[in-house]
Structure formats: structure tokens, C-alpha cells
């Protein structure tokens, strides 16, 4: 992945378990977070921190069965080789399955653990506040048209899309928020013994309500494996469970906003970050993906009159916006 740890398999001889060692590139548990922090210090392993409050609320998460911390290596629980996104390709009604058990548990992780009290809980203490929000918007006009384009954009149009980051940001904090996995996509969901399980959680955050929502719909080729159908009923079946657990109703309209507001976000983020790494960390791999988040970009940023000022800027620098809007 484009993060700080790796993983081995180790298989047990004699036994039917196994373990999923994870290898800190650096045991300082405050090395590899990049982002804007708003919780002081971070004096513990996020992983760990954010693993002991999602198991106490019942979230399905694999066990950690030991922390080397001097050594920067944790033993893990296997949860298998089957992602969520191996339900999805192996057929249409396995994966709308896959997927609904998905909205399932992040409607626990939203509820359950947003309301469990915890002092010491990271989650908490990290917002997706106006500085990350814009942190990352401005992610994507640094690496996606200043780093590829010298001098661009104009002294205007940075003035203005700066302007228009700023009234997303107003609209989203506006909104509803929950605690967020913050990178809860089909390739962090594993299916094992009949049901969903989640790994990759240590960036959890308070977020918008609808965030985990559009990752798990929008991130990377997602979108392009679903089909606009099977979007629509997926966000009206998060409606439905979230209803059902809370008991309260929620208003559906809010909700779509939220959702729109979270995949442009999340897909200019993404975009951002994934020419990040390919410049500064000299990884391409993840270009392969874009192609299938512009079309987003382009479809939700049309919704709206202020939206989309900010697509015909952005089509301005980047070609491959433009052929899509043709």
C-alpha cells in the first residue's frame, strides 16, 4: 500500500490459524502520519488505539495477538484472502451481498462507536476540520496540476478555486458527522467465515456523515465495478440500516448532499494524492486508477452551478478532464 507498514503471511505448521505480521518501517508510533493531527502527541500506535476501541464496540476486527513495540512488528490475526472486492467480481448478487453486509458494519462503526465513551480514543480527538478538509483539496491542485503544469493555474484561478475549496468546506462542516474508518474501501474489507471483517483502520476520525459512505462507492475502480444502479440502492440501503439501528429518521436529503459533497472531496483528494506519490515517492502504481475517478469528478462537480465553475476551471489545466466533458 502507499502507507508506512508492510505485511507476511506466516503460516503455523500444525495449526488450521494463521497470522498476519505487520512491519513498521519505523517504530515511532507518530512516523507515517502525514496528515494534519489536532490531538497533540501521539504517544501510542494508532493501530492499536483505534483497534481496542472498535473491538470493545463489537466491530468485527482481527484480534492482535502481540505487539513487538521496540521492534515495530505486530502479530495479527488472518482474516483470509478474500477482499470484498473478490465478492464483487465474482458475481453481481455476491457482491451487492458483500457490499450491504459492508453498509452494515459501517453503520455499527458510525453509531456504535461514535456514541461509546472513551477518553483516550484517538478517533476523537482528530476532526476533519476546515484545516484537513482543505488540506486535502489543495492536495489535489498541488500534485495534480502544479507539480504536472510549472506556472499553473493562473494567480485568478487559484485565487478561485481556493474560494470555491472554501465554500465546500463551509457545506460539509454545515453537515452531519460520525466516526469515520476513513479508508473503508473494498480492497480494506475482508469476508471470512460468513461475514465482513475490517482492517487499515488507524486513520479513523470524526468525519462527515456520508465520507465512509463515498469511499466505499467511489474509491479507486468502485465505482466502475457497482454501476450507477447498484450506487443508488446502496445509498438508500445505508439509509435503511441506519435508520433501523438508530431509530431515528434520517433525512434522506441530507444524506444525498452529504454523499455528493464527500465523493467530490474524497475524489479530488485521491486523485491528488495518488500523483503525489508517483512524483515525490517515485511509485506509479496507483495512476492506473484514475481513469476511473474522473468520471466522478466531472459527473458530481455538474450537479451544481458552483460545482461546476470549478470543473470548467480544473478542465482548463487538465486534458483528461476535458475529453470527458466533450
Known amino acids: 500500500g502507499a502507507s508506512n507498514r508492510g505485511y507476511c503471511r506466516i503460516r503455523l505448521e500444525g495449526e488450521d490459524r494463521g497470522i498476519v505480521l505487520m512491519v513498521l518501517s519505523d517504530?515511532?508510533?507518530?512516523?507515517?502520519?502525514?496528515?494534519?493531527?489536532?490531538?497533540?502527541?501521539?504517544?501510542?500506535?494508532p493501530f492499536v488505539n483505534v483497534h481496542r476501541h472498535l473491538a470493545a464496540s463489537s466491530v468485527p476486527v482481527p484480534e492482535i495477538y502481540h505487539y513487538n513495540q521496540e521492534r515495530?512488528?505486530?502479530?495479527?490475526?488472518?482474516?483470509?484472502?478474500?477482499?470484498?472486492?473478490?465478492?464483487?467480481?465474482?458475481?453481481?448478487?455476491?457482491g451487492r451481498m458483500g457490499f450491504e453486509a459492508a453498509i452494515a458494519e459501517l453503520v455499527k462503526v458510525q453509531l456504535d462507536a461514535s456514541q461509546r465513551p472513551a477518553d483516550?480514543?484517538?478517533?476523537?480527538?482528530?476532526?476533519?476540520?476546515?484545516?484537513?478538509?482543505?488540506?486535502?483539496?489543495?492536495?489535489f491542485t498541488e500534485f495534480a496540476i502544479q507539480a504536472r503544469f510549472p506556472g499553473k493555474p493562473s494567480p485568478a484561478d487559484l485565487e478561485r478555486i481556493g474560494q470555491i475549496y472554501d465554500e465546500i468546506c463551509d457545506e460539509i462542516l454545515a453537515g452531519p458527522y460520525a466516526l469515520q474508518h476513513r479508508d473503508y474501501m473494498l480492497d480494506n474489507l475482508m469476508w471470512k467465515d460468513g461475514r465482513i471483517w475490517v482492517i487499515d483502520f488507524q486513520d479513523a476520525l470524526m468525519g462527515p456523515l456520508a465520507y465512509d459512505l463515498a469511499c466505499l462507492l467511489y474509491d479507486r475502480d468502485t465505482s466502475a465495478l457497482l454501476g450507477p444502479e447498484l450506487i443508488r440502492h446502496l445509498v438508500s440501503f445505508?439509509?435503511?440500516?441506519?435508520?433501523?439501528?438508530?431509530?431515528?429518521?434520517?433525512?434522506?436529503?441530507?444524506?444525498?448532499?452529504?454523499?455528493?459533497?464527500?465523493?467530490?472531496?474524497?475524489?479530488?483528494?485521491?486523485?491528488?494524492?495518488?500523483?503525489?506519490?508517483n512524483i515525490v515517492k517515485k511509485r506509479p502504481e496507483y495512476?492506473?486508477?484514475?481513469?476511473?475517478?474522473?468520471?466522478?469528478?466531472?459527473?458530481?462537480?455538474g450537479r451544481s452551478d458552483r460545482d461546476r465553475e470549478l470543473l470548467e476551471i480544473i478542465a482548463v489545466y487538465l486534458p483528461e478532464i476535458r475529453v470527458l466533458m466533450r
Open 238 to 277: 445505508y439509509g435503511d440500516c441506519y435508520e433501523a439501528r438508530s431509530g431515528q429518521k434520517l433525512d434522506r436529503a441530507v444524506l444525498q448532499r452529504s454523499f455528493e459533497l464527500c465523493v467530490i472531496h474524497r475524489m479530488l483528494k485521491v486523485v491528488g494524492r495518488f500523483h503525489f506519490i
Open 72 to 94: 515495530g512488528l505486530l502479530y495479527n490475526q488472518d482474516c483470509g484472502t478474500i477482499h470484498l472486492r473478490n465478492l464483487l467480481e465474482s458475481g453481481r448478487d455476491t
Open 27 to 45: 517504530p515511532d508510533p507518530a512516523k507515517g502520519v502525514e496528515e494534519v493531527m489536532a490531538s497533540g502527541v501521539i504517544t501510542e500506535l
Open 287 to 301: 495512476l492506473r486508477f484514475i481513469p476511473y475517478m474522473l468520471p466522478a469528478i466531472v459527473e458530481y462537480l
Open 120 to 139: 483516550d480514543f484517538l478517533g476523537f480527538k482528530v476532526n476533519f476540520d476546515r484545516k484537513l478538509l482543505r488540506w486535502e483539496l489543495d492536495h
